[in-house]
Every structure is written in C-alpha cells, then in structure tokens.
C-alpha cells in the first residue's frame, strides 16, 4: 500500500478515527496502532510480520535481561545477542545472495563452481531500519542513556509504527519511545503543520521526482550509450534531484502522518544540496542515519583506534588517525546498508574518501574548503558524480555512463525540456522552500477553521492534476 | 523560520475535516473508484461495491467533477506527453488511432475489418537489419536493455527501444500503444519488431474513453484481449515487417501463474492467427515439472533470475532471457553473430 493512493487514504482516515476515539484507554489505543501497523505491513506480505515481530522480540528482552544483570560481562553478552542476532537476521535476507553471487565470481575466476547454495530469499521492505533502529535502543540501554520500554507492547509499537516503518526515518527511543509510553496529546496542536507536510511530501513525490523518473531517469540510467552527453548531465541533475524529492516526500509524509496521529517523528533532511562542504552534507542528508552512524560507529572505532594508535603516534596524530579510519569503515558500511550491490559499497567509499580528504586538509594541514557558492556548488557536484555510481545497475554501466559525459561528439537521444524548470524548481526550493512553507501555515492560520479544509483540498488538488500518470514506487523502499 | 504553531485543534474537529476532505477526493475521483469496483474479484462483493461506487460516480458526474477534472489532466498530460526534446533526437508525434470502443463493440465484424495484407509469412528467414523492442516496464529496464545489448551482437543490426512502464494492452485510455507503434514504425521504419505486454494486463479492459468493458477471468475478456492482440499484430506487420511476441514468465505466486498463464494462452493463439511468432519464456524460467525456477545455470554460474518480488527478473534473469530469445530469433531469421562475420 503506498502512501498517495485513495486505498492508502481510507485505511490512514479510519485508522485515525479509531485511534481518536481510543485516546481516553491509551492501552487500547496503542494496541490498536500495532494492529493497524501489522496490517499496513501485512499487506506487503504476510511473512513480514513475523520477520518484524521476533526482530522486536530479540531486541525487547535482550535489552531488559541487560537491564537486570548486575555484572558488566553479563550486560555485554546480552548486547551482543541483541546487536549479533538482529544483525544475522538482516545479513541472511538482505546479504546473502549478494553474498552468494560476489563468492560464485570469486571461484569462477580459478575456473571452480561455488559450494554455496542459490537460495530465493524475501526481502522484508524497511529491514534496515527497523533494525537499526533496535540497534540504536539497545545500544543506548547499554550506555545507559536510553529509556526502556516499561512493556512489549509499546516496544512493537516504537519498531512497528506504520508511517515511518518501511523508510525511516531511524527514530532513538527518546524521540519516538518517549512519546508512545507517555499520555500523548488531547488534541491536534500542530494540524496545520501536519497538513503542510502532508501536501509537501505529495507534491515532492508524485509531481516532481516522479515526473523527472519517467521523462528522464529510468531511460538515461538504463541504456546511457543512446544518450548524449547534455541528456547524461541532465539526467546526472535530475536523480541528485529524483532521490531528494522521493525520501524527504516520504520522509514530510510520515511526519505530517506521524502528526495527525499525535507523536512528533524527526526531521531527515535540512537542505542537503546547499550545503558548504561534504561534512555539512552529511548533517543534513538523511540526518538520523548520519547521526546513528555517527554515534554507534564512528566514535566508538575512533576512540578505540585513536587508543590503539597512541603507541606509535602522539595524543593529537593518533586522534586524528584514528578518526580517519573510523571515517572511511564507517562510509563503507554506509553504502554496504543502503544495498547489497558493489555499487552502493562504492558510492560509500568513494563518501568516505571525500570525508577523509576533507578532514586531513581541515584537521590535519589546517586548509578550509572554501565556502560560499564555490564551495556549494563543488560540493553539490562531488555528490551528483556520487549519486552516478548509486543508481547505476552494475560498475561497468557507471563507468559507461561517466564516459558518455564526456563524449560531447556522441550522437542519440536528449532530453525533454520540461524537466528543465523542475529540476530549477527544486533547486530554488532548497533554498526558499522552509519560508514557503511557513508562509502556506501562516496563511492557514489566519483562516477561518471551516475555511482551512478548503485550502488544504485546493492545494492537495493542484498538487494531483500536476502528477503524471501511473505510480511510481519509492526508492528507499529498496534498502 | 519557526514551523511550529500552537492552537490546539480538538480531535472531533480534525477528523470531521478529514473526512469531508476524504469525500471531496471520492468525488473527484470516482471515476476510479468506479474502475477499482468493477475489477473486484470475489462475484459476492462485487455487485455492492459497484452499485455504491456507481451511485458516487452518478453524483460527481452530475455536479460536473469527474468532467472538470479529466479536462484538467488532460491539458496537463497533453503538455507532458508532448516533450520539446533539446540536444539529441526528437519523436515525430502521430495523433492519429482508431478508436477501440467501436470494435470492442463489434468483435467479429472488426476483426474482418482489420485483417491487413500479410506481406511476409513466418518462418521466413529473413535477415533483419532494423529491429525495434517494445513494450512495458521490463522492455524499459533491464529485459530490454539486455536483448538490445544481445542483439547488437550481430552483423548489421541496428536496434532501437521503447519501453514505458505500468503500461498494456488492457488500458487504451491509460497509454495508446497503436498510436505509439504507428510513430516508432514511421520514425524507425523497422523490419521486426519484439513485443512484451502482460504483466499489467491481468485486469479489467478499458475502452480508449475509459469505459469499463471486460472483468479478467471472462470469455469474452479473452475474445477482446485476443482481438486487440490480433489487431496490433497486424498493426506491426503493416509494411512487410515481422513481429515476434514475448510471451510473460512464470511467477512464484500460484494464483498469479495461473492468470499469466491463461494470458499467454489467448496471446499466442492470437499472435499467431495474425501472422506472427510468439516467445514463451514461461518454458524459460520453469523448471522440468513446469514449476516457478528460481536459480539456473547460466554462463558457467548459478544465478538466481528473479527478484526478490517473485514476479521481475532479477539482472542475471534477464541477461538469461534475453539469450534465450536471441536463440528463437537465430532460429527463424537469418542473424550473423559478429564474432563468426569476422
């Protein structure tokens, strides 16, 4: 069920009621939301559910045996049971074929069969983030900084919660956890702001990336040897583009959703692509991910490396050694999450690099990037080249691809130039798009409360007389 | 620029608003409503679903709704259907197409009256240099890039692809593909063209106006799909060309299976009648017991060809396809590989 279909809208409309006239017996009300959230998967496929539900058991009462033991080897081992099992369990149905597929080359090579066995295994859609996001709350039980779930049914609820299950984004347990085991609110104090997020997150996903998906993307990046060199550009602009407009949809859907129903989900994105360098674009590109990585990867193997590094090095050499090392295996774990394809390990690698050059010339050398629009406008390039390798099918096509842009003599199909103004206008929005949405929630405010539902179904129609036809699914469904 | 705003709206006035908002969608869009009734399955819910969304259409129709709104989407598809290309190749847009009510309406008569000139039986061997590849999603993505990569392996063979995804045979009204096989044949002017629809074909059948006209699963569902597939068969083979159907794989889902399968049946028979050859890669991706194969032998390596859906190919899969249609190809034309040209 996708979030802009008439069918996902009857189930949200009934499940908001329900919810509402739940809220005086909260128990009631949460159990509900975890049907509900049970059911918007199930509709994906049955076998999902029970994937989520013993992840959330796993992680549930790892978490409180960790709670209760006393010793410190005891809560560690509970860690790792959580941490090891949840990881297994994400490894097997998101890994293991890719697995299968990079040892069957490997032996290939030598001219021998791999002994592995080809096995069809279903991919559970959000399986990375609902584990990381258990990651995340054990880890912080560990460190003693979490709040603990009082009960599983609040637990399977914070995993299963339906509008930021399938993409995130990746909510800590003092962030969504709080929010389910406290009262909740009496009413809707942020409805206008629900509504705005909500016609956002539609116009980004059904108008703009998916206009620029089906008259232009999906044929450049399929066969780019019958493009030319503009269209290959074009289209290298236009998925830099596609990719915000799909997740941060998604991501002002399930927040406007998130709001509707009474709890507040973080923001994802802030701007990424006016950015100054490639570290501020990684504090605002898919924020809670970033965040996580930050926090449960990269400073744990910093400090541990940097430790490690002082017999050599002194305090400051082996700091700033250790960072970078953790920078880059944090980066190529990074792309390693986002898919199970050499591509994507890549594309985290290739972050990593840019993250490792950025911060020897700035930590090391004491040399800045340099800011304004040249720095914005190096660092909007440096990621659209990254986003070439992201969304080709294979290396070899991404290396044709990065050829083709060259090839300025080429001859084969352009572009449309409609996708020209689209692109431009999600541009301008980077930089203008928070003030109109604050303006669009002023001017809702001023309104009348009848008058309100007006201007929302006003808005929400030009937004789907825009859209093109069909629907086009989400990409970070993928990972 | 602060987001946050604080009155508190009281729960009874916010779902009242939601719901008068989520009617005003119904009406405005009750003509799909309507279609999404028609398709239901089960013959208990059906006959409540479709008087109740035939009511709704009834209303919104009479308050001028589901009118205003299609001359709206149409102005705006109009505009983004007819694409000023820049820095590359253009299409020549051909507006002109019969219209499919009429010889939904009139089967056998229109059937007669399409029957066009065959030029080239099959079984020919003819040596094409010109070969178009079109279709749905699967001609789009990897399907058809990896058989116009197979086939550009032979000597002198230009290959041209169009693929426009979530699009069929059953849905005129949704994507015209006479109108587009008219604008690709005069553009390319092809001598064979590779054909795949079906996978969104498992439905109900639309006029090109949008009228309902056949649930699947129906005989007379199979005599119209049969009569367009005829229809557009002739449609490709206007002007000697020859053209070859790819029929759909099997899928894991049984009951799925047993759709495409009855699909592939009305097809091939089609097809056939009309002069053309049909591909079955359902004997391609099942397995000796006629099963749903997940994984097969392919250039020295076990791969696994489909996706993780159970329905797409997965790259591997295609490439394995694709072979094997390049294989059925070398058996009735006349195809030089390269490799053996030099």
Known sequence: ?????????????????????????????KTFLLLASYSFYAALRLEFVAIIFVSSLLFYFAGKALTMAQRKGARLAWLWVGVVLNLLLLAVFKYYNFFTDSVADLFSLVGLSSPLPVIEILFPVGISFYVFQGISYILDLYWKRGLQAPNLLDFLLFQAFFPQLLAGPICRSRELLEQIVGSGPRGLPELNRAATLILSGLFKKVVLAHFIDAHLVLNVFTAPENYTAPALWMGMLGYTMLIYWDFSGYTDLARGLGLLLGFEIPENFDHPYIARDISDFWRRWHITLSFWLRDYLFLPLASKWSGGLRRWLDRKQSALWGSQLAVLVTFVLCGLWHGAAWTFVLWGTYHGILLFVHHGLRNGLRLRWRGGWWGTTGTLLLVMLGWVLFNSADISTAGLYFSRMLDFKAAGTGFELLVVPFIALGLLLQIWGPRLRAVYIRMCERLPFFARPVAWFATGMVVLMLKPSGIAPYIYFGF | MSEKTSPVIPPSKALLAAWLIMAALLLVFARDVSRQADSTESPLLRPSTTTGAGLLLGVAQSLGVVKARESMQSAVHFVYDNPLMLAGRAYQVNTQHETITAQANDPVASTEATAAPVINEPNSKSKPSSILVIGDSSIQGSLGLHIERKLEEYEDVVVHRFGQHSTGIARPDYFDWWDKIEELKAEYEPDLILAHWGDNDCQGLSSTEGEFLYHFNTDEWDAEYGRRIEDITRLMREGGCDAVLIGAPIMRSKSFSKKIERLNTVVEAAVTKAGGLYISTWDLTSDDAGD???????????????AADGIHLSVHGAAYVADGICSFLEDHFTMVPLESAE
């Open chain 1, 1 to 29: 069920m996708q979030f802009a279909t008439l069918e996902f809208a009857a189930f949200f409309l009934i499940t908001l009621t329900l919810s509402w006239v739940l809220r005086p017996w909260r128990l009631w009300q």
């Open chain 2, 292 to 306: 749903y194969m997940v994984s097969v032998e392919f250039e020295g390596k076990k791969r696994v060809i489909r």
